[in-house]
């Protein structure tokens, strides 16, 4: 039995098999070694793979123990910053380079599902819904910047009927489908991601937490009971790294969100609230996030808790803003709650570069993480191959440190935080 299981959330009792992999008890070689056995480490790892690489997996609790087997399950396409904000900080040729990745995580997940016949709930269509006319305006232009960007096809603009055919919820004045969006059971992905790993020849070790990394010409990874020589070393520990690599914890923060799943709902019932079983998150800049599980509960997510704190009562968080959005669940009893961390930067931009030739790295999607890291995963890979181009975009990504400091940059972000939600809730 693991020393460290994973969260008591919906996704652990549904998840499709409970096998545990051995700890690290040797001193092994490998061509790559990843830390962490999230969707940054998992996809790194099968392209790798693909490519013909040797690779070891050290995850310090379960595959999917961090945020990758306990999310939301929407697959949202960009980044959390949009392409436009990305442009004006890297330039129009970059910008471009760009705005080309936007939509490749989604496909990257779908591709991976097809290839390794993943079981997870894979559902088509993801909504955008605005709250306020000035919402419903930036999705305007985010459809614009997408399609102008190559997007095409797979988006569309709803009006407020529109949104209530898809939505049984009064909050919305509109919003925006992507068809090529979509959800999944996140800790079922990443299950399959680590079965597709073993099918491939890697190597994944649980409950073995890096506890150093010796950088040189071969990189030695250590934990308590082990080590793995590499060539390269992939850090993918993401809000879970803790101070293994205090140059990576420096611009970064991690955030607690919360989720809550309802008891199963009557066919009829589910069918109301969401007619076409799209998953939706609302535009806020503390937003809200939902959909049905494969069968047919409520997973209703929301709420920022900065600095990571683990709440007392989630339920206490979560189910005012479900009732808000469905009054008509007042009865319906929430049979899951927990939480889960997520890595914050200050551009809200992934981190990704090199510590050294050959330790390389991917964190801070902010939020929006499901699709990114898949894309980071090909990346990397395909930078550690040779083919940095892509990989150097990221990398060029300025990292800024958040203003307070260390001491303060908890306060001064839910301050920021406090502004922006004014703003939503004033429309302005
Ligand atoms: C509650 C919640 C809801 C979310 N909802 C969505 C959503 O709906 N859509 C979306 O796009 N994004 C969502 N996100 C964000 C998304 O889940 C993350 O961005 C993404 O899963 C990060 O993946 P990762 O592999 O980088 O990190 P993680 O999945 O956190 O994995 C990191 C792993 O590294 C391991 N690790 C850390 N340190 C060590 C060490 N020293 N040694 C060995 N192993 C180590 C950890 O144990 C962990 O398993 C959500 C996040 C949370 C927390």
Partial sequence: MSSVPHAESYYAASANDKVERPQLADNVEADICIIGAGYTGLSTAIHLLELGFSVTVLEAA????????????????????????????VGKESGKLFGEMAF???????????????????????????????????????KALWEKHGHMGHLELLDGKGIRSVVDSERYVGGLLDKSGGHIHPLNLALGEAHAVESLGGKIFEDSAVIKVEQGDNPVVHTAKGSVKAKFVVVAGNAYLNGLMPQLQAKSMPCGTQVVTTEPLSDELAASLLPQDYCVEDCNYLLDYFRLSGDKRLIYGGGVVYGARDPADIEAI????????????????????????????????????????????????????????HLAGKILAEAIHGQATRFDAFASLPHYPFPGGHMFKIPFSAIGAWYYTMRDRLGI
């Fill in 62 to 89: 379960r595959i999917g123990w961090g945020a990758s087997g306990r999310n939301g399950g929407q697959i949202v396409n960009s980044f959390s910053r949009d392409i436009d904000s990305i442009e004006k900080t």
């Fill in 318 to 373: 979560i189910r005012p803003k479900m009732l808000e959005t469905f009054p008509q669940l007042k009865d319906v009893k929430i049979d899951y709650t927990w939480t889960g961390n997520f890595l914050l930067t200050l551009s809200r931009l992934p981190q990704v570069g090199r510590i050294g030739d050959n330790v390389y790295y991917s964190q801070g999607c902010s939020g929006h993480g499901v699709t990114y890291t």
């Fill in 104 to 142: 490749e995580g989604s496909r990257i997940i779908k591709e991976l599902i097809h290839k390794y016949n993943i079981q997870c709930d894979l559902k088509e269509g993801g909504v955008f819904a605005a709250i306020n006319p000035k919402q419903m305006g930036h999705l305007e232009a985010q």
